[in-house]
C-alpha cells in the first residue's frame, strides 16, 4: 500500500512560482514512477509530469516543458513539482499519483492540492 498525500497549493499571480510537494508514506519500491496530473475547472484530468525514484528520467507535458520541474528527495520520500512562470491556464488542483514500473495506469493517488493561478 501506498499513501500520498500532496501540499502547497496556493493563490498566485500570474508569472509566479510556486512548489508542491508529495510525500509518500507505505511500500515505496525503487522503480516506482511517481507523476503529477491536474484537472482545471470544466477540464478532464491530465498528465503534468513524471520522474521515477532511482533515476533521472522525466517526462513533461508539451504545456509545462520549460516552466515546470520534477524532482524528488528519496531521504524524505517527497517529490516536488516546481512550477515558475505560472499562467492562469495553470489553476487546477494538482494531483501526485505513483504506479509500479509493471503497471500501465497510475494506482495509488493523493487527494490534491488546489492551485489558483490569478491574472
Known amino acids: 500500500q501506498v499513501q500520498l498525500v500532496e501540499s502547497g497549493g496556493d493563490l498566485v499571480q500570474a508569472g509566479g512560482s510556486l512548489r508542491l510537494s508529495c510525500a509518500a508514506s507505505g511500500r515505496t519500491v525503487s522503480s516506482y514512477f511517481v507523476g503529477w496530473f491536474r484537472q482545471g475547472p470544466g477540464k478532464e484530468r491530465e498528465f503534468v509530469a513524471t520522474i521515477r525514484w532511482d533515476g533521472g528520467n522525466t517526462a513533461y507535458a508539451d504545456s509545462v516543458k520549460g516552466r515546470f520541474t520534477i524532482s524528488r528527495d528519496n531521504a524524505k520520500n517527497t517529490v516536488y513539482l516546481q512550477m515558475n512562470s505560472l499562467k492562469p491556464e495553470d489553476t487546477a488542483v494538482y494531483y501526485c499519483?505513483?504506479?509500479?514500473?509493471?503497471?500501465?495506469?497510475?494506482?495509488?493517488w493523493g487527494q490534491g492540492t488546489q492551485v489558483t493561478v490569478s491574472s
Open positions: 499519483a505513483a504506479r509500479g514500473p509493471f503497471k500501465l495506469e497510475y494506482e495509488y
